[in-house]
């Protein structure tokens, strides 16, 4: 009996030694841009079937264009991962003007083909760069 006890524990340790050195494993970061370095992020992360995409902002003129161009970013990078924006499943928008955002409704809408994400919208007093009206952060489930 205290022999199975001891392999028991044995597996138990083994399994939960290998289960956690094994997570770092499964962690890969990507850039897109030569800043992130400078600055101490990863454009993207994934881990497991999760893909953390951190905030895109854009230097367009208008509301609607960095809403377009923000977009068409994100899509990009779900591109490389073979999947569109349905595979998005939560969205955070922080942004220094909330009224507009409501506004550019139909600007984001265009880019989900009618399969929205959980979403948060928050505003906020200043983006990283003046001319930043909104950044956009998503998390994508993959197949």
Known sequence: ML??????MFLLIL???SGCASTAAFVERKNYFPWENDVGYSQVVKHGNILYISGIPSEKATFDEQVDDIYTQIKKILAD???GTEAIVKEVIFTT???ALKTAIPARKVHFNGKYPAASWVEVK???SKS???EVEVI???P
């Open 81 to 83: 991962y073979d999947v």
């Open 140 to 142: 994508v489930a993959l």
């Open 3 to 8: 022999s199975s006890f001891k392999i028991l």
């Open 97 to 99: 003007d909330i009224e």
């Open 132 to 134: 930043n009206l909104l």
């Open 126 to 128: 200043r983006l990283w």
């Open 15 to 17: 399994f939960f030694v």
